[in-house]
């Protein structure tokens, strides 16, 4: 069974790479928080702690969204989640939730213009 999301933060630093196949990946991570709004002073406020989730785009998307996106961007990142497993730096199985399938992004460029106004689906 498959979970398909979608998980809207700001994004780690994005990093290119090519593989020896030939394929183009850009990996990155989003950070996000649940947040509520307080009732009585009208602002947003973190609840809990900070999430992970690693996101990879693959060959001309990947190269596309490289040009545009930076350390700090806000996404909107939709696909296929699951959790994937590693060995840590110690030593240690580690997991982490990834996209692996990631079919749509939306990217918030500037607080001045339209801010799902980067649009990269392949829809």
């Known amino acids: 069974m498959s979970v398909t ?31 509520k709004k307080d009732q009585n002073s009208g602002e947003w406020n973190d609840v809990g702690e900070e999430l992970w989730i690693n996101v990879s785009f693959w060959d001309e998307k990947a190269e ?4 545009v996106l930076r350390k700090g961007s806000k996404v ?10 590693y060995e840590g730096r110690t030593n240690l199985e ?3 939730p990834s996209f692996i ?13 339209d801010p799902w106004s980067v649009q990269e689906n392949d829809e």
């Open 5 to 35: 999301c979608r998980v809207t933060g700001n994004i780690s630093q994005p990093i290119l790479r090519q593989l020896d196949s030939g394929s183009v990946v850009l990996n990155f991570g989003i950070g996000a928080t649940h947040r």
């Open 76 to 85: 909107c990142v939709e696909g296929i989640l699951v959790r994937k497993e």
């Open 101 to 113: 399938e990631s079919v749509s992004l939306s990217a918030h460029t500037d607080s001045n213009s």
């Open 94 to 96: 580690l997991s982490s």
């Open 64 to 67: 596309r969204l490289a040009g």
